[in-house]
């Protein structure tokens, strides 16, 4: 995360003395009185949860096991297509075709759909702005299959839960990234909570066979783009960033 730590980023507004004479104070409470600390059940810390993340991403475990899966996906694919009529292969925007690391980092995991996104690699950085600024870059990974995909003659069909609003930045966006000639990119309405992902993404996936294609394989980082059926094979992408239900 460009050098820059959970640790740093929660104490920079405090003083090293003040953080110093807080940490004694809490070491004397602990460990100055004769009985012992009541601890009951302790949650999960988000402030370890957000250490953990980081680290999977910087220390190259997320795409070591990105990349694992889009092989088996690969392998999948390329036994399949010459067996199946009008073959097509599903992909999930959002951390599975382009990531959105940048603003995921800047804004410590949290989710700030408005505002601006204007002072990268600090934050905040507004969901909306970060993805009409088309910035994402692909995953090389990803990318690969892609390409892989359509010189077996197989379809590739973008379905994301951004929405037709953000159609043109997004389609920009998957261009400049390195997909081209899609067969079809798929948004929801703008505006409805409803349905909910998975049966949105599962409709978008029988509206694809309708039209005669066969969906050899779909992959998505969330249970939710998978679940529902309409694909012959899913492949879930690792992503302990945030969840869709
Ligand atoms: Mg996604």
Redesign the pocket.
Known sequence: MSGKTVRSYRYRNITRPVARAGLLLSAGLLFAGAFPTVVHAMPVNVGDAMTAATAYHDHGEYERDFTSVIQEASAWVRLRAAHVSKPALVL?????SLSNWPEMAANHFAYFRDGRCDSLPEGPCGVEAWEQSARAKAFPATLALYTQAQEHDVAVFFI??RREREREETARNLEEAGYHNWAGLVLREDGSHTPSASEYKSAARRAIEQKGYHIIANI???LS?LAGGHAERGFL?P?PFYR?P
């Open positions: 999930d925007i959002d951390e599975t994301t839960g998505g980082d969330q783009d992408l992503n869709i």
